[in-house]
């Protein structure tokens, strides 16, 4: 879409610069989607590119992964083959690409699509949310002179499309912790149509074998997450649902009506319970199961009807 309001293309990281009618630009693939009036009835006048930031794309280390706001989906789907992470026992890399699929988009969108971008635009159905809140990921927000704060993504989602930057404010980067990535993990995803926006995902991780954390995304406006001391019998988990979920958080739009969501939410969050509850490597629906293809960009997943 042609953006005929904006007046200039400041190339710049300094949240100071930032002003009134501006809007940072990483891959462009919501902002030149949406147009000059995608943040309010004031149409845009400035991009403040970041471009050439020169941000490492990912950082991995003793600690975790530190993923920059500029990486790209395609440089993310190919962490798991990092030579650095020889050696690294992290089950909860399975799940990177399994959120990276859920974009169901095109290459070209892969290799602009940013992780930043993703968490910025703040939809329910935003799969790099899913991943990062999952995996307990936090948030490094810049402000003007010299700011910073940290928050989880858990907190950064606010709503449909809202979250907790104020004005000028920048999303540098998300901190994936070694402890958060050292879980088992269960990952389910459904759509109403092959290659439609996640109705529903769902991750399950469980810490030091025994502390289950479930995280329910796309169903719901923001992310909600439950934890709990050891593994819940089903009617725990059910309730524990019911109270950390009010009817009114779940999402209402074409990809799915709330009723669907909060069913499916529950049918795969006792999925995910039962198979975590089993012995790791047991025969059940895992991370690679059938769920979801590992195939690459633009691979539809497997859906249920809806109402099913």
């Known amino acids: 879409m042609d953006m005929n309001t904006i007046e200039a293309v400041v190339r710049t990281t300094d949240p100071a610069q930032w002003r009134d009618g501006d809007a940072w630009l990483a891959g462009g693939t919501v902002l030149f989607s949406y147009g000059s009036y995608a943040f309010g009835p004031k149409p845009l006048t400035r991009l403040l590119d970041l471009g050439a930031a020169g941000w490492t794309p990912m950082t ?6 530190e993923l920059a706001a500029t990486c790209t989906i395609a440089q993310l789907y190919s962490l798991p083959d990092s030579p ?3 050696g690294r026992t992290w089950s909860g890399l399975d799940l990177v690409r399994a959120c990276c699929d859920s974009f169901v988009a095109s290459f070209k969108v892969w290799n602009m699509s940013t992780v930043g971008g993703n968490l910025c635009t703040s939809l329910p159905a935003g799969p790099i949310i899913s991943l990062c809140a999952g995996l307990d990921g936090t948030a490094t927000i810049l402000g003007p002179g010299g700011a910073s704060r940290h ?3 858990t907190e950064f989602i606010t709503g449909d499309a809202t979250n907790c930057l104020a004005p000028g404010e920048l999303l ?3 901190h994936v912790p070694a402890s958060a990535l050292s879980g088992r993990v269960a990952f389910r995803r459904l759509s109403l149509s092959n290659l439609g926006r996640s109705g529903v995902l769902l991750i399950g991780r469980l810490d030091g074998g025994t502390s289950l954390v479930l995280t329910v995304t796309a169903a719901t406006k923001r992310p909600v997450q439950l934890r709990f001391d050891g593994l819940p019998e089903a009617d725990g988990l059910a309730a524990a649902l019911d109270e950390a979920i009010p009817g009114e958080l779940y999402h209402d739009d074409i990809h ?4 669907w969501r909060r069913d499916m939410t529950y049918r795969l969050a006792e999925e995910i319970r039962a198979e975590l509850a089993a012995p790791e490597g047991a025969a059940g629906l895992a991370v690679s199961g059938d769920f979801w293809p590992r195939t690459g960009p633009a691979a539809g997943p497997t859906t249920l009807p809806k109402g099913a």
């Open 151 to 153: 928050v989880p993504v």
């Open 84 to 86: 650095e992470l020889s």
């Open 60 to 65: 991995i280390s003793d600690d975790g992964i």
């Open 172 to 174: 540098r980067s998300v």
């Open 256 to 259: 799915g009506l709330p009723a």
